[in-house]
């Protein structure tokens, strides 16, 4: 099992800046696959289905729970939002690290259907620098923006179930510490029992 990839779980208060920390991540190393998740929200100007996520209608997301299509789902201000099981899987098996885009909920139930995902959470400079970013992203009423701060305030409170935080400032170093991290977890004992043993049988044969 050591050639399996590593799954990433990545979570953030909306508008921390997670998205554009994956963007620059994917453009600097093509080793990792994101996760594009099925939600019942509707698309932001921009966004196409089958690249930021797959749009659905509240049916069809409830016969992906039904049909155990989806490895976790949660939801979040008012919309479902879940992970697809076949990509991460398949993903996974090749080898790539797969990173989910997930909030808190669904982190900690990968957390525990995989107990050797990584667990990061991005999070802004400051309390201010994140209701600034939110308003200037422009794609929410103040109403959402509102709700969304409420939901930060209430995620907060557990982070500490996260392996490591990841402070989003100067967006090209983040990129960087999260690649390192990523790739700390891959020689992780637990991963790498399959090397372990054969050093191991190796120096019983000296
Ligand atoms: P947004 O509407 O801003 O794209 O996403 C709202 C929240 O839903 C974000 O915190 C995002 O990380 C989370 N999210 C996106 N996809 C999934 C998913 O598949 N599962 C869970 N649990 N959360 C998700």
Do not use: W
Not at 55 to 67: A, L, R
Not at 95 to 103: A, P
Not at 128 to 146: D, F, P
């Amino acid at each position: 099992m050591s050639q399996k990839g590593i799954l990433v779980v990545i979570s953030g208060f909306s508008g921390a800046g997670k998205g554009t920390l994956m963007r620059a991540l994917l453009e600097k190393y093509d080793n990792y696959s994101l996760s594009i998740s099925a939600t019942t929200r509707q698309p932001r100007a921009g966004e196409v289905d089958g690249r930021e996520y797959f749009f659905v209608s509240q049916e069809h997301f409830k016969s992906m729970v039904e049909s155990d299509a989806l490895i976790e789902y949660a939801q979040y201000v008012n919309h479902y939002y879940g992970t697809p099981r076949d990509y991460v899987e398949k993903q996974l098996s090749q080898g790539r690290d797969v990173i989910l885009e997930i909030e808190i909920q669904g982190a900690l139930k990968v957390k525990k259907k995989f107990p050797d995902a990584l667990l990061l959470f991005v999070m802004p400079p400051s309390a201010e620098e994140l209701k600034r970013r939110l308003v200037n992203r422009g794609t929410e009423s103040l109403e959402v923006i509102q709700a969304r701060l409420k939901r930060a305030a209430e995620e907060a409170v557990g982070i500490e179930a996260y392996d490591y935080i990841i402070i989003n400032d100067v967006i090209d170093t983040c990129a960087e510490e999260l690649h390192q991290l990523i790739q700390a977890q891959h020689n992780k004992t637990s991963n790498r029992l399959e090397f372990i043993n054969g050093i191991r049988i190796g120096l019983n044969q000296l």
